[in-house]
């Protein structure tokens, strides 16, 4: 609220959720806090632009308050969002153009090593990219 400068009132407004009721839900003190309702989660996200996605990806990446706002983290979590919308559907829609797939063929245990390759491609851009523009800055440098 406080980053698209928005007072209670505003998101109230924005979300259709009474004033009161957003005021129990965002209590400071966690234990004074009511069940908040998946509609009334995606009805606050929505107000704030933020999708479902992300922010469960910013829960799930357990990074403190102040990173969140970090640019670095920012961009990523981004690139996260967008990586993991839609990801489900498309690889249902690409299994079930398989002939003769029973469900079978599926492994749990290739999560991990998904993920660490999808870690290491991560990486590798990031390090080709801070390459690139060293040889740029260098370049420059030398008046090239």
């Not at 839609?86 to 829609?93: A, D, E, H, K, N």
């Not at 660490?116 to 090239?144: P, Q, Y």
């Amino acid at each position: 609220m406080s980053g698209k400068g928005l007072h209670i009132r505003e998101l109230a407004t924005k979300t259709g959720i009474s004033k009161s009721r957003l005021g129990l839900l965002l209590h400071s003190n966690a234990t004074k806090r009511p069940n908040l309702s998946l509609v009334e989660f995606q009805k606050i996200l929505n107000a704030l632009d933020i999708s479902i996605v992300q922010a469960i990806i910013s829960v799930e990446s357990a990074i403190d308050q102040e990173s969140v706002h970090d640019e670095r983290f920012v961009t990523l979590l981004a690139m996260l969002s967008e990586l993991f919308t839609g990801l489900p559907s498309m690889l249902i829609q690409a299994l079930d153009e398989i002939d003769g797939i029973d469900g079978t063929e599926i492994r749990r245990e290739w999560a991990v090593p998904l993920k660490e390759a999808v870690v290491e491609k991560l990486v590798k851009e990031v390090t080709n990219i801070m390459a690139r523009r060293a040889v740029l800055t260098e370049t420059s440098r030398l008046g090239l």
